[in-house]
C-alpha cells in the first residue's frame, strides 16, 4: 500500500518562498503521473501542478505558472513543489497525489487513488 506523507508547510509573509515535500513509502516514481493539490476554506479543491514521472514532462495550473515548481527525487522517493512570489491567495492546504501506473497527466484530479493527509501552507499579506 503506497502512503504519501507531506511536510514543510508553515507560515510565510506574502512574496516569500516555501517549499514543501510528499515523501513516498515505496518506490513510486516509475511511469506514475504525481500531482499537487490544494484546498482552501470553502473553495473547491484546484489542481495546481503535475508531473508524469517517466518523461519529466510537467503540467501547471494558471493560477500557479511561474511560480511554483513540481520535482521529484527518484532516489529520495520525494515530490517537492517550490513554491515562490506567494501570495495570499496561496494560503491553502497542499496535498500530493499519485495516480496508478501509466495513467497520463491530464491537468485535472481524474484517477488519482493515492493522496497524502495535506499540510497547510499560510501566507500572510
Known amino acids: 500500500q503506497v502512503q504519501l506523507v507531506e511536510s514543510g508547510g508553515g507560515s510565510v509573509e506574502a512574496g516569500g518562498s516555501l517549499r514543501v515535500s510528499c515523501q513516498a513509502s515505496?518506490?513510486?516514481?516509475?511511469?506514475?503521473?504525481m500531482g499537487w493539490f490544494r484546498q482552501a476554506p470553502g473553495k473547491e479543491r484546484e489542481g495546481i501542478a503535475q508531473?508524469?514521472?517517466?518523461?519529466?514532462?510537467?503540467y501547471y495550473a494558471d493560477s500557479v505558472k511561474g511560480r511554483f515548481t513540481i520535482s521529484q527525487d527518484n532516489v529520495k522517493n520525494t515530490l517537492y513543489l517550490e513554491m515562490n512570489s506567494l501570495n495570499a491567495e496561496d494560503t491553502a492546504t497542499y496535498y500530493c497525489a499519485a495516480k496508478p501506473r501509466f495513467r497520463s497527466c491530464t491537468g485535472g484530479a481524474t484517477d488519482f487513488n493515492y493522496w497524502g493527509q495535506g499540510t497547510q501552507v499560510t501566507v500572510s499579506s
Open positions: 515505496v518506490y513510486i516514481f516509475s511511469s506514475r503521473c
Open positions: 508531473i508524469y514521472t517517466g518523461d519529466g514532462s510537467t
